[in-house]
Every structure is written in C-alpha cells, then in structure tokens.
C-alpha cells in the first residue's frame, strides 16, 4: 500500500506519514526484496496500543508476583486457578485463558513432565520436589499480558534445578538476539544452542506468539530456528519468548481425554520461562516477566 508522504500515518498516531513510519517501511522494503518475511501492518503497535499492552503486562507481573510465596507443598493446582483469578479481578483485569476457545481455567498449571497447558485441578497437590510452570495471561482495557515462571515446590533435586535455572537463563541468552532489523531466528538459534550446549532438548512442536491486541497473533514464534530465518523484527512489534526445554527428548504429546495438557513423550522433567517483548528502535523492552 502506497501512502502520500504528507498523509497521516497507518499506523493510527495521527502524525504525517513522513514523519512517522515512512523511513521504517522503506526499510522492510528493502529487507522483503532480499528475500525476508516481514511483519504486516497490523502486527506494528503504534505509541498507544504500546502503553496500554504495557499496562496490561505490569498488571500480568504483578499477578505472578503475588502468587509466588504461594506456591508451597500441600496447595493444589486449583488454589494457583482461584489465587490468579481474585488477583486478576482485583487489579481490573479478565484472566485470558478461562473460556480461550474452551479453556475452563483461568491459568495454565505445568507441573514435572507437563511442557504446558496443564489444567488446574482440585485433585492435583503440589508436593515436595516439583518443579511447576505457572503461565498467566490478562485482559486489562482490551489489551493482553502474557507471561509465565517456573516455581520449585519445596526442596527440589539438583537435576530439576538445574533444568529451571538453565531455562531462565535461555530466555536471557535469546534476549540478545532481539532488536530492529534482526530475525526471530536469530533468537530461536541462540535458544536451541544453548538449550543443546547443557545437554538439553527444545520443544519443537509448540512455539510463542506475537500478542498484544489480541492473546495469540502473528508471528509464530519458534525456539528451534535458524539464525538469519524466520520474520524480520522491526519496531513496534510484541511476542512473547517461552522455550519449553526437557530434560530429554524434545518429543511431546497433547492428553487426548481434555485436548490440552502437553507432556513429554519420554516421561522426562520439563521447564518452560515466558517474557513478554516490545522491540524498539534501539533495542527491546520486557512488557511482562
Ligand atoms: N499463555 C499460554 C500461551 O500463550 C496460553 C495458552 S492458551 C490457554 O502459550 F487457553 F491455555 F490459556
Ligand atoms: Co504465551
């Protein structure tokens, strides 16, 4: 689409297209004839859209943050629901997941051998030594947060330690490949490398997404790419990193009674860290950890 260089923006800032995202579209131009996937319009957040994602992504924080001295041996997966669902409420916000094409619960619950998705149950305590994802997502003025952390229960093993701290530690490795001009598959490979380097293997059948306007957008978002592959990064753009990393093969099933659950094929520990990231001219920010 062709746009007059004195016309106001597409992008909705009210500004004069020559002023605002004229030189950055020239920019993906260039990039899209070398071959690139480039980001369509719609997935390029202008300064407002920016604020009210942030908005909901501090509230996602905070949500996380409150729960966290709660995740003790003896509380069940269904306590984490209620706990995230009052918090959301309190805070003005709508839980994500409950009802997101047929989810019945207001939070993801992964515990040991679940990669993600796992469904809150009554039925389902906590105990001593496990490691579990806790994935909260919020609604807050129509915008979206999305961010997820691992807890361990009590006294964990070295083993499940280490998986933990070494999946955190890959959503950092991944952060410094994000910025303006360079690919998710830049992010991706640096992930899988590291992930390979200590011995561990990446999901490759479940991804992140790009978020914001709405819970999951373009771009798919793999960890299991190829450096100079995948969609060019350009500012305004927001996707969450989430590697899911096992400690054994990288091979997963979906539980065929709820069609959620996703575990491990070989029965192996699972870790998964989610961050929520703008990229900006300059770099990147967190909008929720
Ligand atoms: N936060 C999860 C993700 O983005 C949400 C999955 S959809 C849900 O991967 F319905 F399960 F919440
Ligand atoms: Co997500």
Redesign the pocket.
Known sequence: MEMNRNEVCWCGSNIKYKYCHLAVDEKIAEYKSRGYTVPRRKIIKNAEQINGIRESGKINTSILDSISDKVKPGITTEDVNRLVYEKTLELGGIPA?LG??G?PKSV?VSVNNEV??GIPSQDTYLKNGDIVNI?V?TIYNEYYG?S?RMFCVGEVSEERFNLVETTKAAIDVGLTEVGPWKTLGDMGQAINDFAKSKGYSVVYEVGG?GVGLEF?EEPYVSYVSKKNTEMLLVPGMVF?I?PMINQGKADVFVDDKNG?TVYTKDGSDSAQWEVMVLVKDDGYEILAH
């Open positions: 997941p997101y094409e989810f993801c993600c998705h994935d997502s999305d997820s997404h999951h969450t989430e959620w």
